[in-house]
């Protein structure tokens, strides 16, 4: 059974960091590219991140450019995500979700983990 | 940057009608669009993908049709579990639409 479990999230103050970790099992994580999406409170889902299986391909919005860095280790099935500087907009659901191998579409999904970036 | 809009953004039906839930691209995106079903405090769920193929497990009243800029997920006959909110995406860039809410009437 695929399984991708976030973890990392809590309460931060403005300005500072936090590294989301996403523990996958299941499934050949090296082979799949993977996501991380998030989804402030009561708002729609917006897309954050991408790397692909190897790691050597990485894109990120806009809103988080610089601030925010994507990774993977493949040997312990494991994604993440290091959040600096982080903002009140910032404020989240994040997820981490798996790439389809067969298609463009997101195919699994974690629980997620919240983060929240208040004073 | 591809833009997806979608519409109506609330949809108000009751259950055994028909839903009929849009998507729209900036430019064509061609089939590269999937469609994503959120119920409060869940995960999204995969139901559509590459524009018309349903998910494991998804049920067959949902179809998605479409290509290029124009993209429809239909229910076809609602049941109450359906009530929730729906997002597409496409791939080019990986961004969402910002949803539509389907509430019962």
């Known amino acids: 059974e695929v399984q991708l479990v976030e973890s990392g999230g809590g309460l931060v103050q403005p300005g500072g960091s936090l590294r989301l970790s996403c523990a996958a099992s299941?499934?050949?994580?090296?082979?799949?590219?993977m996501n991380w999406v998030r989804q402030a409170p009561g708002k729609g889902l917006e897309w954050v991140s991408y790397?692909?299986?190897?790691?050597?391909?990485?894109y990120y919005a806009d809103s988080v450019k610089g601030r925010f860095t994507i990774s993977r280790d493949n040997a312990k099935n494991s994604l993440y995500l290091q959040m600096n500087s982080l903002r009140a907009e910032d404020t989240a659901v994040y997820y981490c979700?798996?790439?389809?191998?067969?298609?463009?579409?997101?195919?699994?999904w974690g629980q997620g983990t919240l983060v929240t970036v208040s004073s | 940057e591809i833009v997806l809009t979608q519409s109506p953004a609330t949809l108000s039906l009751s259950p055994g009608e028909r839903a009929t839930l849009s998507c729209r691209a900036s430019?064509?995106?061609?089939?590269?669009l999937a469609w994503y079903q959120q119920k409060p405090g869940q995960a999204p769920r995969l139901l559509i993908y590459?524009?018309?193929n349903r998910a494991t497990g998804i049920p067959a009243r949902f179809s998605g049709s479409g290509s290029g800029t124009d993209f429809t997920l239909t229910i076809s006959s609602l049941e109450p579990e359906d009530f929730a909110v729906y997002y597409c995406?496409?791939?080019?860039?990986?961004?969402f639409g910002q949803g539509t809410r389907l509430e019962i009437k």
């Open positions: 979700a798996r790439v389809s191998e067969s298609s463009s579409s997101l195919d699994y």
């Open positions: 299941g499934f050949t994580f090296s082979s799949y590219e």
């Open positions: 790397i692909s299986s190897s790691g050597s391909t990485i």
């Open positions: 430019q064509s995106v061609s089939s590269y």
């Open positions: 590459d524009a018309s």
């Open positions: 995406q496409q791939r080019s860039n990986w961004v």
